[in-house]
């Protein structure tokens, strides 16, 4: 009886085990950024006709609005832009700078059981691979539920360093303060915007599908996280397939340059300050550096 029983459950244990290793998920998400201070920006702007904002306006939302794919397992997650055909001129270089710095035009790997990850991205032409260590989010868990697509969520906050390469981030400044920062001759990109120091992340989480996996770099959680936002960018879930019939290749993309995220940070920074000199310190577009050339 007890060669019965071991048996028996060495193979439950096998099975579980088994099950759990292929086990596979996929996640939409929609990302969207507030383009509400931009907007106010233009209209002041009686350089700008209708016309020209209404252009302005429709590229801003294909940069502002994206909808990504993660695809995860038990340990580790790939998180991709979903693919478009590109317009006509609308594929220009501008455009996929400005992508890159705004949580797209690459694929991001995370590997929670490493704590790392690895993501591609072009900047300017040129391929860099970023490999670095994940963000350890303190995260406060809040008691307050909320249901989305279905999944009973969780309230969890965290406090981070707002990233200077994320241009979802900037806030054009007023524009006394844009003509006390000529004044003062400052033409340094940053000088042109305005950063928060921290930014408080609010994320929904579901213990139903306990990965503590998310879009983008977000993790850390007992569960997905289903939607994040940071005041100016929500990413929403829209879509989960819990063992999809069709399995993804989650593994880490390895095109490009190596690099650690410190040193993409600062290559970038860099590229910013001298397309700033270029324009005379009058930024990549203009007064106040918010007139971002986009396409060819």
């Not at 860099?128 to 868990?141: E, G, P, R």
């Amino acid at each position: 009886m007890k060669k019965i029983y071991y048996t028996a459950t060495f193979l439950l244990t096998f099975l579980i085990s088994n099950a759990q290793k292929d086990f596979q998920g996929m996640a939409v998400y929609e990302s969207k950024t507030s383009t509400s201070d931009f907007k106010s920006r233009m209209q002041g702007n009686k350089d700008i006709t209708p016309e020209m904002q209404k252009m302005i306006e429709d590229r801003m939302k294909k940069m502002f609005e994206k909808t990504f794919i993660l695809n995860f397992d038990k340990v580790s997650s790939i998180y991709k832009e979903e693919e478009k055909l590109e317009a006509p001129g609308q594929g220009g270089g501008g455009m996929r700078m400005m992508s890159s710095m705004m949580g797209g035009g690459g694929t991001f790997y995370k590997n929670t059981k490493d704590q790392a990850y690895t993501v591609d991205k072009e900047f300017m032409g040129k391929e860099f691979l970023v490999k670095d260590t994940l963000t350890h989010y303190k995260w406060k868990m809040e008691g307050e539920t909320r249901e989305i697509g279905g999944y009973v969520c969780y309230k969890a906050t965290a406090i981070i360093p707002a990233s200077k390469t994320d241009f979802r981030n900037f806030r054009p400044k007023k524009e006394e303060d844009l003509k006390k920062a000529e004044e003062e001759k400052k033409t340094s990109f940053l000088d042109q915007v305005d950063l928060p120091k921290e930014i408080t992340i609010t994320a929904w989480y579901t213990m139903d599908i306990p990965v503590n996996q998310g879009p983008e770099a977000y993790w850390g959680l007992p569960g997905l996280i289903l939607e994040v936002n940071d005041g100016k960018t929500t990413i929403l879930c829209s879509k989960i397939v819990l063992n999809p019939k069709d399995k993804a290749e989650i593994k880490a993309p390895n095109n490009g340059k190596e690099v650690t995220q410190k040193e993409y940070d600062e290559i970038v920074m860099k590229k910013m300050e001298e397309m700033m000199e270029m324009n005379g310190g009058q930024g990549p577009g203009g007064r106040g550096g918010m007139q971002i050339r986009m396409g060819r």
